[in-house]
C-alpha cells in the first residue's frame, strides 16, 4: 500500500514486540528464519508502519502469527479504522441517487417501462396457469418433442418417407450447458507449497481471509464476478474452471498479487 498506515498506538505496539524479541536475545533475521516469516513484516510491526502490507487482512494475519511466536497478547493497532470509514463514505456517496434530479419526462419513461414490465409479468402468470389447469403438462409436451417422429406434412408438401429433421433449440442446448457447469464446474481449487496468505472477495465483499501452509489444499465453489487477493504469490498454484490461474506474473515486488475474475 502506498499511505503511509502509522499512529503512536502502533509505534507504541511496535515497541512492545522489539522489546519481547530483544529478552529472548533473537535478531529479525533469526526470527524470520525460526517464524517462516518475511522480515520486511517483521520490520513492518516493529516500527509500527503497516503500509507495507497489501490489505487489513494481511496485516492482522502476520501480527498475530509474530505475537503468538513472542508469546504476547497485544490488541492489534486501530491504524485500519479511520481508511474504513472514509471508504465507506466514498462508496455510499457514489453508490446512492437522488432520483428528485430525473427530470419530468424521465420519470414517465420510468413508470411507463416499470408498468410494461408489470403486463409481461402478468401475462407469464397467465400462461403459466393455462398450462397448469390443462389436460397437457409442460413435461408431457416437452417428452412429446423429445420423441423420434416420421409424419406426413401434406400442406408442406414434405415426402412421408423421409424423416424429419431434428431441430437444434439453442436456448435448451445453453441451459443443460449451464447446469452441466455448475454441477462440474465453477471451482477454485488452490496448492499452496509454502505459507501464503489468501483473501476472495464475492461482490467486493470479503468472503474469506486466510493464512496457508505448505501441503495445504483449499477448495471453493464460487461464481463469477469474483477477485483474489494472494501474498506470497509464487507460494500458490491453482486452477478455476479448470484453467490455470498465473498468479506470478503481474505480482509486486512484495510478491502480492490481485487476480480478477469476470464475465469477459
Not at 498506515?5 to 507504541?12: D, G, I, M, Q, W
Not at 477448495?219 to 483474489?228: M, N
Request: charged content about 25%; some cysteine; hydrophobic content about 40%.
Amino acid at each position: 500500500m502506498t499511505t503511509e498506515l502509522k499512529s503512536a498506538n502502533s509505534v507504541k505496539i511496535g515497541k512492545i514486540f522489539t522489546e519481547a524479541r530483544e529478552e529472548i536475545a533473537l535478531s529479525k533475521v533469526e526470527v524470520a528464519k525460526a517464524s517462516v516469516m518475511n522480515i520486511k513484516y517483521i520490520e513492518a510491526i516493529e516500527s509500527g508502519d503497516y503500509s507495507i502490507f497489501p490489505s487489513e487482512g494481511f496485516a492482522r494475519a502476520y501480527f498475530i502469527k509474530y505475537q503468538e511466536f513472542l508469546s504476547l497478547n497485544s490488541d492489534f493497532p486501530s491504524i485500519y479504522y479511520e481508511d474504513n470509514r472514509k471508504s465507506e463514505i466514498i462508496e455510499k456517496s457514489i453508490t446512492k441517487f437522488n432520483y428528485s434530479f430525473i427530470p419530468p419526462l424521465k420519470k414517465s419513461i420510468v413508470v411507463l417501462f416499470v408498468f410494461f414490465t408489470l403486463v409481461v409479468a402478468l401475462k407469464i402468470f397467465l400462461i403459466d396457469q393455462i398450462f397448469n389447469e390443462g389436460d397437457i403438462s409442460r413435461d408431457e409436451i416437452k417428452n412429446i418433442q423429445n420423441q423420434p417422429k416420421e409424419t406426413e406434412i401434406i400442406n408442406n408438401q414434405i415426402d412421408s418417407e423421409k424423416p424429419i429433421e431434428s431441430i437444434e433449440i439453442h436456448a435448451d442446448n445453453d441451459e443443460i450447458r449451464s447446469k452441466n457447469i455448475s454441477l462440474t464446474e465453477k471451482k477454485l481449487i488452490l496448492t499452496f507449497t509454502d505459507e501464503c496468505w489468501i483473501e476472495v472477495y464475492l461482490d467486493n465483499k470479503l468472503i474469506i481471509n486466510k493464512l496457508f501452509q505448505s501441503g495445504d489444499t483449499y477448495t471453493l465453489k464460487i461464481e463469477k464476478p469474483f477477485k483474489v487477493v494472494v501474498g506470497n504469490a509464487d507460494s500458490v498454484v491453482g486452477t478455476y474452471n479448470g484453467n490455470t490461474i498465473d498468479f506470478i506474473t503481474n505480482a509486486n515486488r512484495l510478491r502480492v498479487n490481485t487476480i480478477i475474475f469476470n464475465d469477459e
